[in-house]
C-alpha cells in the first residue's frame, strides 16, 4: 500500500456504522515508497493502470504492469506493487464489503473480485472512463465544504465507480467467450473459497454450508470449472498455508492447528505433496 505520510488520501463514510472508504491516487511516482516485502491485505483494493512499467506480485505470483490493466485484490491477498518511476496508476481501497445506500451494495458480489471469473487483474482497452470517476470523487473530497448528505453522495459516486468496472468487466468476458451464466452454487461456492477467514478442508463442510450433498457439490463445479470441488478447496488451503508462513510468526504447528490439520505432520505431508517443498523450506525462501 502507499506510504500515507507521502501520498494523500481522503476517507469518506459509506455506511452507517462508520465505515471508511480510502481513495488514493498518484498520476506519477515520484511519491510513492512501497512497503517493503510482500503484505497482506485486509481491505478490496483496485489499481489502475494508465501507463504500465514494472511487476506486481500478488500471491506470490509475479505479473508484469501493462498499459490500460486494473487488477483485482480481495482482502486476505498478499502482494507487492514495483512500479517503474514513469508509471501512471490509481488505488481505490475500499475498506469495507459493504456500501450502504438504500439497499446493500456487496463488493464481494461483483464478478471482477471473484477468483472463478478472474486471475485477478485485466487488460483493457482503455481505463480513462474510471481514472475520469476516480478525479470526480476526489474533486468532492477535496472540498471543504461538505454537505449534510457528503457521504451519501461519495457512496453514491463509488458505487458508480464499480459498475461502470463491472460493465467493461463483463464486456471483456463476452469478447473473449469466456462468459456464461454460473449457477448459484458454483458463485455461493467461490465466495467461501475466497473468504480467507473460512479454513474449512474438505468438500463436506462446503456442502454442509451450502445445503447439498459433497457429491452434487463436487459434480456441478466440475462441470463449471473442469475441476472438482475438493481441487478449488486444495488450491485454498494451499494459498492460505503459503500466506501464514510468509505473514504471521506462527510455528508450523500453531499454523497445521489454525487450518484444522490433525497434527504436524499432516500438514507436512500435505503441502510437500502439492507443492515438492516442505513448509519450511517454503519460508525460508521469504525470509
Not at 64 to 85: A, K, M, S, T, Y
Amino acid at each position: 500500500m502507499m506510504d500515507k505520510k507521502n501520498i494523500p488520501y481522503i476517507g469518506f463514510e459509506i455506511s452507517k456504522d462508520d465505515k471508511i472508504t480510502e481513495v488514493r491516487s498518484s498520476g506519477k511516482t515520484q511519491n510513492y515508497v512501497p512497503t517493503i516485502g510482500i503484505h497482506r491485505h485486509k481491505h478490496h483494493e483496485i489499481l489502475i493502470i494508465k501507463k504500465g512499467g514494472g511487476t506486481h506480485f500478488i500471491d506470490f505470483k509475479k505479473i508484469n504492469v501493462v498499459d490500460n490493466q486494473i487488477f483485482f485484490l480481495r482482502p486476505g491477498q498478499v502482494h507487492q506493487f514495483l512500479p517503474h518511476e514513469d508509471t501512471e496508476f490509481y488505488f481505490v481501497a475500499i475498506d469495507s464489503d459493504e456500501i450502504q445506500l438504500n439497499s446493500v451494495v456487496k463488493l464481494s458480489h461483483f464478478e471482477f473480485f471473484q477468483s472463478f471469473h478472474t486471475a485477478g487483474y485485466e487488460v483493457f482497452d482503455e481505463v480513462d472512463s474510471l481514472i475520469t470517476l476516480t478525479k470526480k470523487i476526489r474533486k468532492l473530497l477535496m472540498n471543504d465544504e461538505k454537505s449534510i448528505n457528503h457521504h451519501i453522495l461519495m457512496s453514491s459516486y463509488t458505487v458508480i465507480f464499480l459498475i461502470e468496472l463491472q460493465n467493461k468487466f463483463l464486456h471483456l468476458i463476452k469478447e473473449s467467450s469466456q462468459q456464461h451464466s454460473s449457477p448459484n452454487l458454483v458463485i455461493e461456492f467461490n465466495k467461501y473459497i475466497d473468504n480467507s477467514s473460512i479454513s474449512k478442508r474438505f468438500v463436506k463442510d462446503y456442502a454442509d454450508l451450502l445445503f447439498v450433498s459433497s457429491n452434487y457439490l463436487n459434480e456441478v463445479i466440475k462441470k463449471e470449472t473442469n475441476k472438482p470441488a475438493s481441487f478449488w478447496i486444495n488450491q485454498k488451503i494451499l494459498l492460505e498455508c503459503k500466506r501464514l508462513l510468509t505473514q504471521s510468526s506462527l510455528s508450523i504447528k500453531e499454523i497445521s492447528s489454525q487450518l484444522e490439520f490433525s497434527n504436524s505432520a499432516h500438514f507436512n505431508r500435505f503441502f510437500k505433496r502439492h507443492l515438492d517443498i516442505t513448509p519450511l523450506e517454503f519460508r525460508k525462501q521469504y525470509q
